[in-house]
Nanobody
Framework: QVPLQESGGGLAQPGGTLRLSCAASGFTFSSSRMFWVRQAPGKGLEWVSDITPDGRFTYYTDSVKGRFTISRDNGKNTLILQMNSLKPEDTAQYFC?????WGQGTQVTVSS
C-alpha cells in the first residue's frame, strides 16, 4: 500500500479551479504535519503549503496566498489542496509530503 497517493490533477484554464486530494495510509496521519510541494518543468522543488496535525494552522508560499487553501480530514486520512484562480505559472507536478513520505505526484497544467 502506498503511504501517500495524490489525485485530482489535470488541465485547467487560467482562472479555473482544481482540487487535489492525498490519501494517506500506513502511518499516524493525524499526528503528522502535512505539506504540498510542487516542481515546475525544468525547475527545482518549491514548498507550496503546509498544515499542522490538528489542522488549526496553515501556511502558504506568497505566490498562492489567497488562491489556494490547504485542509485535512483526519477521520478520513485525507489532505486537500483547493486551487482557485489558477495561473499558468501554477503548472507543475504536485506532491503530497508527510511523515517522511512523498507521494508519486499529480500533474497540474494551466493553459488556455
Amino acid at each position: 500500500q502506498v503511504p501517500l497517493q495524490e489525485s485530482g490533477g489535470g488541465l485547467a484554464q487560467p482562472g479555473g479551479t482544481l482540487r487535489l486530494s492525498c490519501a494517506a495510509s500506513g502511518f499516524t496521519f493525524s499526528s503528522s504535519r502535512m505539506f504540498w510541494v510542487r516542481q515546475a518543468p525544468g525547475k527545482g522543488l518549491e514548498w507550496v503549503s503546509d498544515i499542522t496535525p490538528d489542522g488549526r494552522f496553515t501556511y502558504y508560499t506568497d505566490s498562492v496566498k489567497g488562491r489556494f487553501t490547504i485542509s485535512r480530514d483526519n477521520g478520513k486520512n485525507t489532505l486537500i489542496l483547493q486551487m482557485n484562480s489558477l495561473k499558468p505559472e501554477d503548472t507543475a507536478q504536485y506532491f503530497c509530503v508527510g511523515w517522511g513520505y512523498w507521494g508519486q505526484g499529480t500533474q497540474v497544467t494551466v493553459s488556455s
